[in-house]
């Protein structure tokens, strides 16, 4: 039996609570995220408020586990959109050739051009803030990625043997292209879903740092880091703790990345 390695054991505890955080909050602190209690603000972590106070007195912690709803389903929806875009305009580039491969890979070639960060906020600008909305810019980010990813792949297994013999024993390309292509492509778009994951939750949490995402009171990860910001040196958890999550469940999700990677062929 193959033995999981302490680190990626510990990557998969890390998101095993953060999904907990976002599913069941309720197990795991009694506090309001929303009320506070102006007698407790800027309390320093301990006692019955793990993550200290904020500046009304909310319990942090809570609105850390509260927020997890937010940034995990904001990311969750940024690469659902990468990924069925991007790989739905790979595979017919791969598929197709020609004219409409050119088309898709230039286009691809032109959103790799531009950051993803000014990408993301130019589709804000369009759509508005939110957090639904910020979701779908981040996940416009990442569409030329994913198709890229997904062109070559479709391309290499197209030129496989067992592809051609499928081809030369009458199979038509659509049941050909479901059956065998298809299936033996997407194992490295799985793999990079996975790793745009985390780079999702932090480009989701910088937005929310920016002031696009969430809108106060709502407690979102980007949101409490930013809202600590002027607290620095007198209240260095407000900052300090969220960023700690959010750097913990990124490197988590990183790690658990790279093992699907290995165990792609």
Known sequence: MKRIAPGLAAAWLVIAVALLWAVVPGLFTAHDPIAGVPAEKLLPPGGSHLFGTDPVGRDLFARVVHGSVHSLSGAFTAVAVG????TTLGVLAGSAGGLLDDAVMRLVDVLLAVPGLLLALTVIILL???????????????????????????????????????????????????????PNSLGPVVALAALQSGLAILAISTLGFLGYGAEPPTPEWGLLIAEGRNYLATSWWLTTLPGTVVVAVVLAVGRISRSIGKDTP
């Open 128 to 182: 508005g803030p939110g957090t639904v909305n910020v979701a779908i810019a981040v996940g416009t980010g990442s569409v030329a990625a994913f198709a890229r990813l997904a062109r070559s792949e479709v391309v290499r297994v197209r030129r496989t043997d067992y592809v051609e013999a499928a081809f030369g024993s009458g199979g038509r390309y659509p049941a050909v292209l479901w059956r065998h292509v298809l």
């Open 83 to 86: 990924l069925l875009l991007g």
